[in-house]
T-cell receptor, first 109, second 112 residues
Framework: NAGVTQTPKFRILKIGQSMTLQCTQD?????MYWYRQDPGMGLKLIYYSVGAGITDKGEVPNGYNVSRSTTEDFPLRLELAAPSQTSVYFC????????FGPGTRLTVL | QKEVEQDPGPLSVPEGAIVSLNCTYSNSAFQYFMWYRQYSRKGPELLMYTYSSGNKEDGRFTAQVDKSSKYISLFIRDSQPSDSATYLC????????????FGAGTTVTVRA
């Protein structure tokens, strides 16, 4: 039982490039979430999903897109990367009790 | 005003001391309260989960919720160097698809 896994662990992007952050959970949770964490700012919700095929915006969705074709996977897409997207990204699954992945550390230069 | 306020610290205590962490919140609809522990360069790990007011104890950890004052606390007894981490409070309410509101986190260092 791996819980929530995320790939890649680290990535450096140039301004304007695109990438997909992968997230997979094996707990059969319907609810999944993407957060970003900036120093001293806590966790901000980017997008969330209540089940396969259903997604919705969180607090800071601009510059990101998501899809949810299966219960297990919830990828986050960055289009036209900007320096403001330099952050640590966490995927989580669960309902009131959320379980987090190890994170992806992204730098946009 | 932020929905959830947490003293950012940092907090430095000697080994064996009691660590006290607090959060206040403004939304009286919050009913579910959590504490997460986050080690450096790792993901948050759920430490304590409580529903409504009262106390919950788990080993050296005690979580308190006072809904009348909109105030939650986490106490760590007999603190150990392995407790050195950032502690995040989080809370949610019914009807929002489990979306959590987080505090900014308090960094704790336990000195051996």
């Amino acid at each position: 039982n791996a819980g929530v896994t995320q790939t890649p662990k680290f990535r450096i992007l140039k301004i304007g490039q695109s990438m997909t952050l992968q997230c997979t959970q094996d707990m059969n949770h319907n609810y999944m979430y993407w957060y970003r964490q900036d120093p001293g700012m806590g966790l901000k919700l980017i997008y969330y999903s209540v089940g396969a095929g259903i997604t919705d915006k969180g607090e800071v969705p601009n510059g990101y897109n998501v899809s949810r074709s299966t219960t297990e996977d919830f990828p986050l897409r960055l289009e036209l990367a900007a320096p403001s997207q330099t952050s640590v990204y966490f995927c989580a699954s669960g309902y009131n009790e959320q379980f987090f992945g190890p994170g992806t550390r992204l730098t946009v230069l | 005003q932020k929905e959830v306020e947490q003293d950012p610290g940092p907090l430095s205590v000697p080994e064996g001391a009691i660590v006290s962490l607090n959060c206040t919140y403004s939304n009286s609809a919050f009913q579910y309260f959590m504490w997460y522990r986050q080690y450096s360069r790792k993901g948050p790990e759920l430490l304590m989960y409580t529903y409504s007011s009262g106390n919950k104890e788990d080993g050296r950890f005690t979580a308190q919720v006072d809904k009348s004052s909109k105030y939650i606390s986490l106490f760590i007894r007999d603190s150990q160097p392995s407790d050195s981490a950032t502690y995040l409070c989080a809370m949610t309410r019914p009807g929002v698809s489990g979306k959590l509101s987080f505090g900014a986190g308090t960094t704790v260092t336990v000195r051996a």
